[in-house]
């Protein structure tokens, strides 16, 4: 069965203070792993897509990189705007459907 | 640029009535999807569709009926509602399926008492 596990479920950060949030999937043979941002009372909005192992996104104080069995969200000197719910999703290759993690819900302190 | 639009934004149902979940895109994607957010639990797909006049079954469609007229509109009810379909749902587009990223509405908070 194709899983994605999220840690921590939460997360609380003074501003400036970097940290990684953790995404393990179990899909066969990996499509793709997305990235997304969710603020309360709102969609989830992409952030990054990865499709091989070795690959790294960035964007602002974000960045993405990927292994064959994790990906990581690396977030450096964030700020209280980067307070968020983030979700990572897998596209395994035997089916074209996300199959979404839980989240981890980041806090950035002032 | 509207994007995904959802109506309503909140609802509140008696055990057994029913009701329509109405999502738009002014994308002209091909790919539309309705999903359900819990606590704990993550997104899961209720029922997707690959174009106008299709529809296809997601992970937990049970209890849940959905219809694709004009490309794009895609309509989620809800026959005789459970207090287990109570939850957030979200629809989602895409130009790709399985490839590319997904654009959201901003969901629809669903109580059924």
């Known amino acids: 069965e194709d899983q994605v596990t999220q840690s921590p479920e939460a997360l609380r950060l003074q501003e400036g203070e970097s940290s990684s949030l953790n995404c393990s999937y179990t899909?066969?043979?990996?499509?793709?792993l997305f990235w997304y941002r969710q603020d309360p009372g709102k969609g989830p909005e992409f952030l990054f897509t990865l499709y091989s192992a070795g690959e790294e996104k960035e964007k602002e104080r974000l960045k993405a990189t990927l292994t064959k069995k994790e990906s990581f969200l690396h977030i450096t000197a964030p700020k209280p705007e980067d307070s968020a719910t983030y979700l990572c999703a897998a596209t395994p290759g035997s089916a074209r459907q996300l199959t979404f993690g839980s989240g981890t819900q980041l806090t950035v302190l002032p | 640029n509207a994007g995904v639009t959802q109506t309503p934004k909140f609802r509140v149902l008696k055990t057994g009535q029913s009701m329509t979940l109405l999502c738009a895109q002014d994308?002209?994607?091909?790919?539309m999807y309705w999903y359900r957010q819990d606590p704990g639990m993550g997104l899961r797909l209720i029922h997707y569709?690959?174009?106008?006049?299709?529809?296809a079954k997601g992970e937990v469609p049970d209890g849940y009926n959905v219809s694709r007229l004009k490309k794009q509109n895609f309509l989620l009810g809800l026959e005789s509602a459970a207090p287990s379909q109570t939850s957030v749902y979200f629809c989602a587009s895409s130009y790709l399926q399985g490839d590319e990223k997904l654009f959201f509405g901003s969901g629809t908070q669903l109580s059924v008492l």
């Open positions: 994308m002209n994607h091909e790919y």
């Open positions: 569709s690959v174009g106008e006049g299709t529809t």
């Open positions: 899909v066969s043979g990996l499509r793709g």
